[in-house]
């Protein structure tokens, strides 16, 4: 890459801010739903949502020009191609996920001041389990999750285990894909009183009401529910710092049965902390987003689960956020 390509690389990277936004804009009003269905004028759209018509205008403009939206004769309409996965009413819609996007445009904007130390992050206040961005929180990790949590569940290998704890298991996309590959297998799901309202219905929609117990609760203060013989802990470990990993492994310890397994599904950084790029800028992520959280390596992950009272711990999967890592206790 000569010195002119370097150059303008660093300006797109830097300029990439703008096509988001404008994308972030149409999903935070529902655009794309809206126009799903018939064809608008502008007019027709700015008083559907109570917009600017100016406003709107160029607003649609740009998300034609981005190609989400089509313009024909001064009516736009959402384009084909993108309605299954931008709009609500859509099966496999990644609406839930684009809209959490725009909750971490928030707290992202905070970087240099965070970095600087003028500003602590509180996850309950302005981040994703801030009671106005839970809903499309939640939903995201059902989009992302849906997807991958077969393919995790068959990495676990759950062998004998019959009785899963999933803590902090959000919607349950985790526990009903344990289920539907262990017939045999019945789950306890721990999560926030708010949380557990989602997962009941999706529960329900599965027709698992029979083999889910659902329990609320904090895990920073409550106990967990004990009787379990596999304990898992799915994207949470990023959100804590070191000191409230090891309070956590400590209470799945007191709650698994003996012989029980952890496993933890995470980002599982290299040494110097630099790869996966994802995981990097996850941590970045959590910065922003929380008081202490980050992204650990294997030898932090180890460590804590050993002064838990863990043994026999072992990474069994590297993939992202969708890395695995299993102990046991004796």
């Known amino acids: 890459m000569n010195a002119t390509e370097k150059m303008e690389s660093i300006l797109g990277l830097a300029r990439g801010f703008s096509a988001s936004r404008v994308l972030l804009c149409g999903a935070e009003l529902d655009l794309f739903t809206f126009l799903a269905k018939s064809p608008m004028t502008a007019e027709e759209t700015a008083s559907a949502k109570n917009a600017d018509l100016h406003g709107i205008t160029i607003l649609l403009d740009a998300l034609c020009a981005l190609g989400f939206i089509s313009k024909k004769n001064g ?7 993108v309605v299954s996965f931008l709009s609500a009413d859509a ?54 999750g849906s997807r991958m949590a077969p393919e995790v569940v068959t990495a676990v290998n759950p062998g004998k285990a019959r009785n899963l704890l ?14 539907a590959q262990v017939p045999e297998m019945k789950a ?51 959100q ?32 110097d902390r630099t790869k996966p790029i994802e995981g990097a800028m996850f941590a970045v992520n959590m910065l922003v987003g929380t008081p202490g959280g980050g992204t650990y390596t294997f030898d932090e992950i180890q460590n804590g689960l050993t002064a838990a009272g863990f043994v026999r711990i072992n990474l069994i999967r590297t993939k992202g956020m969708f890395s695995l890592v299993e102990g046991f206790k004796p």
Do not use: C
Not at 168 to 176: D, E, R
Not at 250 to 266: M, N, P, S, T
């Open 75 to 81: 009516r736009y309409k959402t384009e084909p191609s």
């Open 240 to 271: 804590n710092s070191p000191e409230q990993n090891l309070m956590l492994y400590q209470e799945i310890y007191k709650a698994l049965d003996k012989g029980g397994r952890i496993i933890i599904r995470d980002h599982v950084m290299s040494e």
């Open 166 to 179: 999933d803590v902090g298991g959000g919607s349950g996309t985790y526990t009903l894909a344990f289920l």
């Open 91 to 144: 099966p496999d819609s990644i609406l839930p996920m684009v809209l959490h996007s725009a909750t971490l445009w928030k707290t992202w904007s905070g970087l240099t001041d965070v970095v600087l130390g003028k500003t602590i992050p509180k996850l309950e206040k302005t981040g994703a389990l801030a009671k106005d961005h839970i809903t499309s929180f939640i939903g995201a990790m059902h989009v992302v």
């Open 188 to 238: 306890t799901l721990f999560d926030l009183p708010r949380v557990i309202e989602m997962a009941q219905a999706r529960i329900q929609e599965a027709g698992m009401t029979n083999r889910v117990t659902l329990v609320p609760g904090d895990f920073y203060t409550d106990s967990l529910p004990p009787g379990s013989d596999l304990a898992l802990l799915s994207a949470i470990i990023h």
